[in-house]
């Protein structure tokens, strides 16, 4: 009686020796596809163009807090220039579930924060968020 299918030829490999060779061409392709895309991505170094009016957009926007503190240390709501005095009757009530924003000056030096957050200490505020721009 004669065998209908052919034995497999091994060629003398075992099974895990023949695995090793199927991988191998998928190895180098994909080795192959990283340094393509590592040249590629380094011959275009001009960043992505600006949106239109993105960035007219950007310097017009006012951040969305209540108390706005000044390079010089003035603090102003809603536009308005308040002193330590005139300040809190201008804030609203203290309320822990929904702190005061404030938004400072890049500029700003620490003793004028440290004066304002003080203030704020005597005027029952126990909650502040301090907002700030991500870094350029």
Do not use: H
């Not at 010089?72 to 005139?86: C, F, H, I, L, P």
């Not at 009530?93 to 500029?107: F, G, T, V």
């Not at 700003?108 to 005027?123: I, R």
């Amino acid at each position: 009686m004669t065998d209908l299918v052919p034995a497999p030829s091994t060629s003398g490999k075992g099974l895990l020796e023949r695995v090793e060779d199927a991988l191998l061409p998928l190895i180098n392709l994909v080795f192959l596809l990283l340094m393509f895309f590592i040249v590629a991505g380094q011959l275009a170094d001009d960043p992505l163009p600006e949106l239109p009016g993105s960035a007219q957009l950007e310097q017009e926007r006012t951040p969305e807090a209540d108390l706005m503190v000044k390079a010089d240390g003035s603090w102003q709501v809603q536009g308005e220039t308040y002193n330590k005095d005139t300040l809190l009757p201008e804030l609203r009530e203290p309320d822990e579930s929904k702190p005061l924003k404030i938004a400072a000056d890049e500029n700003l030096g620490m003793a004028d924060l440290e004066a304002l957050l003080e203030v704020l200490e005597a005027g029952g505020y126990t909650e502040v968020l301090l907002l700030t721009e991500p870094a350029r």
